[in-house]
């Protein structure tokens, strides 16, 4: 279990209360009250349209935006305490994360994205042990063939890129994988593939998942389903 795992056993691990958030220029805020709870281990699907403020939460829960108002609690730390540098600390030991664009660096093997996962934080080191077997041992898991992992990630295909990003957001048992339309530009076959492997691999690792996409026929495979509708005021879904 995750040290943040054993802290959250009386309370969620994610805990957001009346979070409000307006882009600068912007008259009305895109994150306006919202409140969730996501639990240890816990698989959430958020569902919204383009637009609606998914990615944007995201953000905030990562540390990379600060609220106007509100607060994100996570296994009991409150993330708007934290200097900005705290916070970047604190998202490099708990949180993965699968972007919807993959952010892999190009020029760098797939194995050297994986292991990047760890390179800022101590504690995923700790956890993954030896990195260089561990990004073996989750690309295969995530179903990327050997002969791929040394190749460039430019040179790999969407599905395979998705794959190592994934990988790269698994590896050292975060607490929380945060997961923007991973599945976006897949087909259906593809698509349910994953979603499988990515599952297995959370499992492995403790890992809660939260899940956001347009596209709402996943809902059934998660343990809850939010509309980002219903738990935030602003949102345009």
């Not at 957001?169 to 994953?194: K, M, N, W, Y």
Request: charged share 20%; with cysteine.
């Amino acid at each position: 279990m995750n040290p943040a795992q054993s802290a959250a056993t009386s309370q969620p691990l994610l805990s957001i209360r009346a979070l409000r958030y307006t882009w600068s220029g912007d008259a009305m805020p895109v994150i306006n009250g919202l409140e969730l709870d996501v639990e240890a281990g816990q698989r959430v699907f958020l569902a919204g349209a383009s637009g609606s403020g998914k990615s944007t939460l995201l953000a905030l829960i990562g540390g990379l935006l600060a609220p106007d108002s509100g607060s994100i609690h996570f296994a009991g730390t409150d993330l708007g305490a934290l200097s900005g540098s705290a916070r970047d600390r604190f998202r490099a030991d708990h949180l993965g994360v699968i972007f919807q664009q993959f952010n892999l660096m190009p020029w760098l093997s797939a194995v050297a994205n994986v292991r990047l996962g760890c390179q800022f934080s101590r504690q995923r080191r700790h956890h993954a042990g030896d990195a260089e077997r561990a990004a073996h041992e989750l690309l295969s898991a995530m179903g990327l063939a050997e002969d791929r992992w040394n190749r460039r990630a430019d040179e790999l295909s969407v599905g395979q890129q998705q794959r190592v990003a994934a990988a790269r957001a698994l590896i050292g048992q975060p607490d929380l994988v945060l997961a923007d339309e991973p599945t976006s530009a897949l087909d259906v076959d593809h698509r349910d593939t994953f979603v499988d492997l990515l599952f297995e691999q959370a499992r492995r690792a403790g890992s809660a998942i939260l899940f956001v996409s347009h596209d709402r026929s996943l809902a059934p495979r998660f343990d809850m389903t939010r509309e980002l509708g219903e738990i935030n005021a602003g949102s345009m879904a």
